[in-house]
């Protein structure tokens, strides 16, 4: 009997495995980002109002309407932030979406329901009336925006932090301390890493279904055409990723986010043509 209970209750426990400094750990991972923060001061940056064009630029339309404007990010203003090389050092950028249809982007088809167009940037803030979106027949109201510099994290699904190996604990901790940057607020970003609802394959994604492969099922990733194509996938650099935003009144699917996204070469000669747009919600 005494043999039986020294098998029961006399084995040795596994020593339980050290639980390590999280936030030493992703602070390699770090990629700089810039914060884009809702502000009450004038600013040539903002959301929704109206965009300014040019006069010889037209609004951009899909299937006969016209497109919603969501902001407009001037790239003087950010750039004094955080320099982003493979952006053009003036202008600003306009970022349109098919607000009615609020395609995915997963269909070679939704091409044309987004737009980023470069323009000059303006001389000054345009002043504007304080209406909601409806009184001023847009789809949000006129709110001028500042930059804050954060660092942000690639996601659990990257490479750099599955070599990590991080325990469950461990995980939930670096979920956190992701988390924490944005400060509670709405994560609108301008470049570095995407904050993903659903997958983390955006840069793929764009790069096969611009190329005209469906990715809306398995079945795009394993198109024959999609192997020669994916070494393109790093190519693809994040532009604007809006959040779903209660101050701005703007829901993308179920408290979801977009995410625009374009070639560095494109970008870096001026070109937002084949700017890629990616909607995941939960």
Known sequence: MSNILKGLFGRKREPEKPTRDVLALMQPLAVPAIHVVLQDSPSLSHFGGMPNLPADIAWPHSSGRKLGFLARISLAEISRTLPVEWLPATGALLFFYDVDEQPWGFDPKDRGGWAVLHVPDLAEPVAHERKTAREANTIAPHRNVQFRRL??????????????ALADDELDDYSTLSEAVYRELPKHQIVGVPAPVQGDHMELESQLVSHGINCGSPKGYQDPRAVALQAGAADWRLLLQLDSDDDLDLMWGDAGTLYFWIQEAAARAGRFDNSWLVLQCG
């Open 151 to 164: 660092n942000v994290h690639p996601s659990s699904e990257r490479a750099s932090v599955q070599a990590l």
